[in-house]
């Protein structure tokens, strides 16, 4: 089982990023995923996440109105549209999946796979 997320880099303020989250050695199609964040020196905090069949998110606060998740059952892949990107979404971003679960997750040691995460630097 393996989930590789990929999409970040440096962009500046105002700008936009979207991030993918590509998994494999099984069908995701039945799981609730989610992505989180960690800014250096902070904990690992859940910013979204979406059901097995992409009818129910959840949003963090802090991304609201600017984040969407969304994802492809047939592609197996997660993804993350980040709009109006500030300066403190720098972060390194993960996916992350909770097998079997037909609900959003919003719970971090809920979930049972993880990504190796790519950075997102947003410059002022």
């Known amino acids: 089982v393996q989930l590789q997320a990929s999409g970040g880099g440096l962009v500046q303020a105002g700008g936009s990023l979207t991030l993918s989250c590509a998994a494999s050695g099984r069908t995701f199609s039945s799981d609730a995923m989610g992505w989180f964040r960690q800014a250096p020196g902070k904990e690992r905090e859940l910013i979204a996440a979406i059901n097995w069949s992409g009818g129910s998110t959840y949003y963090a606060d802090s991304v609201k109105g600017r984040f969407t998740v969304s994802r492809d059952n047939a592609k197996n892949t997660l993804y993350l549209q980040m709009n109006s990107l500030k300066p403190e979404d720098t972060a390194v971003y993960y996916c992350?999946?909770?097998?079997?679960?037909?609900?959003?997750?919003?719970?971090?040691?809920?979930?049972?796979?993880w990504g190796q995460g790519t950075q997102v630097t947003v410059s002022s």
């Open positions: 992350a999946t909770k097998v079997l679960s037909m609900q959003v997750v919003t719970i971090l040691w809920e979930y049972d796979y």
